[in-house]
């Protein structure tokens, strides 16, 4: 009886998805306790500004949404190609694309309005509170999403 190997290229890449997939599950769990921490420590400090701090909560939130569904769901869709194991029933790649669009592209507003929200500091002194207010920051959060 012959002995039919696997090609080396594809051992060489089952190797490098299990290595990326084991990093990315690493990097899942370091995100969602990090941020985690994050939204406990905003919970508790009352000297930032209520929008400045809004928008460090609307941070934190996509990204720990980033390290509990997205980071995992793209280990896992990886894995399956390499075990080939049919996930289309589960998981399907247009519902994966659009959540990371919207969990992934957020935070890079979020960061700009960040951004700007220092900058109107910088600019307005003292006046920053009265033209700064919580309805205006949730106006352009939502305007993000």
């Known amino acids: 009886m012959h002995k039919q190997t696997e090609p080396s290229s594809k051992?060489?890449?089952?190797?490098?998805?299990?290595?990326?997939?084991?990093?990315?599950?690493?990097?899942?769990?370091?995100?969602?306790?990090g941020n985690v921490l994050i939204l406990?420590?905003?919970?508790?400090?009352?000297?930032?500004?209520?929008?400045?701090?809004?928008?460090?909560?609307?941070?934190?939130?996509t990204d720990l949404c980033v390290g509990l569904f997205i980071q995992p769901v793209y280990a896992t869709e990886v894995m399956s190609r390499m075990i080939k194991v049919n996930m289309s029933i589960f998981l399907t790649k247009?519902?994966?694309?659009?959540?990371?669009?919207?969990?992934?592209g957020v935070p890079d507003l979020t960061s700009t309005g960040i951004g700007v929200d220092r900058l109107l500091v910088l600019l307005l002194g003292l006046g920053y509170r009265h033209f700064v207010t919580l309805r205006r920051v949730r106006v352009a959060i939502i305007c993000f999403g």
Do not use: G
Not at 40 to 61: D, G, N, Y
């Open 11 to 33: 051992r060489t890449t089952n190797w490098r998805a299990c290595i990326f997939s084991a990093f990315n599950v690493f990097l899942s769990i370091t995100a969602s306790l």
């Open 40 to 61: 406990i420590a905003l919970h508790k400090v009352s000297s930032i500004h209520p929008p400045t701090k809004l928008f460090f909560r609307c941070l934190a939130v």
């Open 94 to 104: 247009s519902l994966r694309s659009a959540s990371a669009w919207l969990l992934c």
